[in-house]
């Protein structure tokens, strides 16, 4: 997909945000809903998700949905960081399949790092749901 095009209600994101969907949530207020990553690329591999929005990626969001994404996913990548130590954390966000976004609801990695550990490759292999709500305990009970 391309930049442009229509935003589709039943992306996995969307199904997440109605519950329709099972996630390891690890935070959750007003503006952002935090969860793991079924397809981590490192170990407490979050997203986070602006949970008004029917923007496909940043470009097409309007700026008073950004600044509360934008703090939510620094919320979540301190805990990340106090519950799991890591060396680094990536913050990063994909616009476009082109860039590497699969899924077409507006959403921000954060994705620690540790000295001589590889990035995995995104979307292969999935996690076992309950390791992942394991670390998503462990992560919500940092937040601050």
């Not at 949970?51 to 979540?76: C, W, Y």
């Not at 609801?105 to 620690?112: A, M, R």
């Not at 995104?122 to 009970?141: C, P, S, T």
């Amino acid at each position: 997909m391309s930049l442009d095009g229509t935003y589709d209600p039943d992306n996995i994101f969307a199904k997440i945000l109605r519950a329709e969907m099972p996630a390891a949530r690890v935070f959750e207020d007003d503006h952002v809903l935090a969860f793991m990553d079924v397809f981590p690329q490192a170990k407490g591999h979050t997203l986070v998700i602006p949970k008004h929005s029917t923007a496909r990626n940043f470009l097409d969001e309007d700026p008073e949905v950004i600044g509360p994404l934008m703090l939510g996913a620094q919320r979540v990548a301190k805990a990340v960081r106090a519950a799991l130590n890591p060396d680094g954390i990536v913050i990063t966000q994909f616009n476009g399949a082109p860039a590497g976004q699969t899924v077409f609801h507006l959403h921000v990695h954060i994705i620690p790092r540790w000295e001589g550990v590889a990035l995995g490759r995104h979307g292969q292999g999935m996690a076992d749901m309950e390791k992942l709500k394991v670390l998503a305990a462990q992560i919500a009970a940092k937040i601050a």
